[in-house]
């Protein structure tokens, strides 16, 4: 997994950008930082915000090496993300998009699948797991 937009279960400084790895308390105000006083905040990419150079870098990379390229939850409009299915694709990849409404990557997916990746993606895990405890008892028949 690599995360583009950071992740909301950590924190970190505004200024310095070091990790805090304490429990943010809000009774007494916002938290600061024991190396530079720069006020802590969640460890996420906010509106406005550039991606991390490093993560964005290492999505293409992935996208370009992608058999197999899952496109869940987004608007598939924001770049520089909403370019990974495309790159995926041209680089040979069958594309799966998952989400509630269609988007502009829609017309160009291999398989779309609507609704909440809450339901969709534990199925697909589900169905993953069936088939390889089928593959596996049948090879193991195979051996006997």
């Known amino acids: 997994v690599i995360e583009l937009h950071g992740n909301i279960m950590r924190s970190r400084c505004s200024r310095c950008g070091k990790p805090y790895s304490r429990e943010v308390d809000l009774s007494n105000g916002v938290p600061t930082c024991d190396a530079c006083g720069g006020l802590i905040r969640p460890d996420v990419v906010w509106f406005g915000e550039f991606l991390p150079a490093q993560a964005i870098e290492e999505a293409q990379q992935v996208a370009r090496k992608s058999e197999v390229f899952f496109s869940v939850g987004t608007s598939a409009v924001v770049e520089p993300a909403a370019s990974l299915p495309h790159l995926a694709r041209a680089n040979g990849a069958f594309l799966i998009e998952i989400n509630p409404e269609q988007?502009?990557?829609?017309?160009?997916?291999?398989?779309?699948?609507?609704?909440?990746?809450?339901?969709?993606?534990?199925?697909?895990?589900?169905?993953?797991?069936?088939?390889?405890?089928?593959?596996?008892?049948?090879?193991?028949r195979t051996l006997n």
Request: aromatic share 2%; hydrophobic share 35%; no cysteine.
């Open 103 to 140: 988007t502009p990557l829609t017309p160009h997916v291999d398989l779309y699948l609507a609704g909440g990746a809450d339901q969709i993606l534990p199925a697909i895990v589900k169905k993953l797991k069936e088939l390889d405890q089928e593959a596996n008892h049948n090879s193991s």
